[in-house]
């Protein structure tokens, strides 16, 4: 893999899947909509709609949607100079979102190109000068290889000084608790900010449903900014001696998928920005909150204008 000479302050790693959505019950559905949607790629684009200099890591298959892929993520404002092209081809999900509120997922991913990364494939120069690094445990649990490619990479940015971010994301899937609790171990002492849903990922893995005991859990296991999503109870958060709750905004649910995502790239896009967790914590939020007014994933994003507004000066947005 060539290295870029493009400079970013957040490289986020992961899957990014073709999309083909419906209204309709998948075995009903007449016609699909295309899209993508990957939890690394929508942090990535929140943070780049805000203002990061932000870059995609990821593998991509040069079968008939790879182009669409790129061209996709491109328009995000994202680098995708790290990309790397494979053969093969790439994951697919169908889901169907119901009018009662419920969906059907099915994935197509084992052996997609995600899942082909090595750690031989990072690009290293990226690595070594980049802020933060993001990641998460779907990255880990896509195959054997790619977990092995995230730790290379996280030992790569640590070693020259950088910050890594890591969501939890557990699915079950994927892999069994155990199996993903370990992954998440595995690299736990390396990360800087941990940014877990309650009780999505706490519970299963962890046993933990409350926010606030999730903060104190691992900000015990020497995690030093560690913020506890929890959908429409808003985010625990805690860093040094500081604790913080903030509510959710009021805002009509359209769509709540991704809102986790647009959430840790907001909040992240305020960290690299010079902003405390605190001010973080609540851009983060009115972020969230915008996106589950909207339907789509990375499409659903909300623009930096559509945040300032709703911020209505309680942080000035870098």
């Given at each position: ?29 007449p016609?699909f909509t ?30 008939p ?30 889901m169907a ?89 595995e690299?736990l ?69 991704g ?36 339907t ?23």
């Amino acid at each position: 893999m060539s290295e870029s000479t493009a400079t970013a302050d957040l490289i986020s790693m992961g899957e990014c899947m073709v999309e083909l959505s419906t209204r309709e019950p998948l075995r009903q559905a007449p016609s699909f909509t295309r899209g993508f949607g990957g939890d690394a790629l929508n942090l990535a684009a929140m943070a780049a709609q805000l203002g990061t200099r932000a870059a995609y890591l990821t593998a991509v298959a040069d079968d008939p949607f790879g182009d669409y892929l790129l061209d996709g993520w491109r328009g995000t404002g994202v680098d995708v100079s790290l990309v790397r092209n494979v053969g093969g081809y790439n994951g697919l999900y169908l889901m169907a979102a119901l009018q009662t509120g419920e969906r059907e997922i099915i994935y197509y991913r084992e052996g997609s190109a995600a899942a082909r990364m090595t750690p031989e494939m990072l690009p290293t120069e990226a690595l070594r000068n980049v802020q933060l690094f993001h990641t998460s445990s779907i990255t880990q649990a896509i195959s054997e290889s790619s977990r092995k490619a995230v730790r290379a990479a996280i030992e790569t940015v640590k070693d020259t000084g950088g910050a890594v971010s890591y969501d939890v994301n557990y699915r079950r899937l994927l892999w069994e608790p155990a199996a993903a609790r370990a992954a998440v171990e595995e690299v736990l002492p390396l990360v800087d900010i941990l940014l877990p849903s309650v009780p999505e990922d706490t519970g299963p893995l962890f046993g933990l449903e409350d926010p606030a005991k999730v903060v104190d859990y691992f900000r015990a296991k020497g995690v030093p900014v560690v913020i506890a999503k929890a959908g429409p109870l808003g985010a625990w958060g805690g860093w040094e001696d500081e604790t913080r709750h903030w509510p959710p905004e009021a805002t009509k649910v359209v769509d709540a998928i991704g809102a986790g995502d647009a959430f840790c790239g907001a909040f992240l896009h305020g960290r690299l920005a010079g902003l405390g967790p605190e001010d973080c914590g609540t851009l983060a939020s009115v972020a969230a909150g915008l996106s589950v007014g909207q339907t789509g994933t990375a499409g659903g994003l909300p623009s930096r204008e559509a945040v300032v507004a709703a911020l209505a000066g309680r942080v000035e947005l870098p």
